[in-house]
């Protein structure tokens, strides 16, 4: 094999092994299991702040309420006694639900909003990943749901799905991302949160739409800039062709 085969498929190597180092963030009570709300095997809630340590509910108005939920196996099949498994993509028995009520007009929303998590840092892509359930009651289910990231508690990206989309009785991963870049980025610094949002977008009142969030997910993942992977690269190649131009010993 020549010098310059073995130096493409050592660029090749590098390149798909070096080009991020990830590293996750901790996300306080990212599956709602704090407090326990127990269950006796018929489903349990626990309504308000009080219940959400860690993080901040939004809007209630008589529209809106904040649920910390171990469902019964009615929404989720799996989901039998106090803390049974969760479904798909969930983590632990319980789940953070906002609720919009049978009063909620067009427009009417719901959040929980994180603390700041982490500062952010240049050249470096943060990934949110929240596991979105559809429970197996169909005349409950979500309008609009919203997985955000906030810096200094603005909008920066955000992701949306609803009940129709998602797979029924079962939850699924919902993802949404952004970078920083490596110099001059006023967002680096800021400090980032996450915010679980629910919208009510259809006309009229009278439906009564469930928005079930777990399993919280952070990544914070750090990009070698160009110039670095470039060096690497021209150092290893070197190291090659001196290897190469050796004798064998006999």
Known sequence: MNTSRITSLLAASLLATSPAFAASVTVPNFSFETPDIFDNGGGAGAYGQAFFPNWTIGPTASMVEYIVMDPSPGYFASAFGDNGPLPGTADGGQMGVIRLLPSAVQGTFGTLTSGGLIT??????????????????????SE?????????????TQSSTSGAALSEGTFTDLLASFSTLPSGDPLVGGSLQ?????????PGTGTDSFAEFD????????????????LLLAGAACCFRRTRRQPLNA
């Open 215 to 230: 399993n919280v997910r952070l990544d914070a993942t750090v990009v070698p800039e160009p110039a670095s992977v470039f």
């Open 120 to 141: 952010l840092q240049a050249n470096t892509a943060y990934t949110l990943t929240v596991a979105i359930g559809d429970d197996l009651i169909s005349t409950q289910e």
């Open 194 to 202: 996450i915010q679980l949002v629910h919208t009510k977008l259809s």
């Open 144 to 156: 609009s749901v919203q997985i955000r990231l906030l810096v200094n508690g603005s909008l920066v």
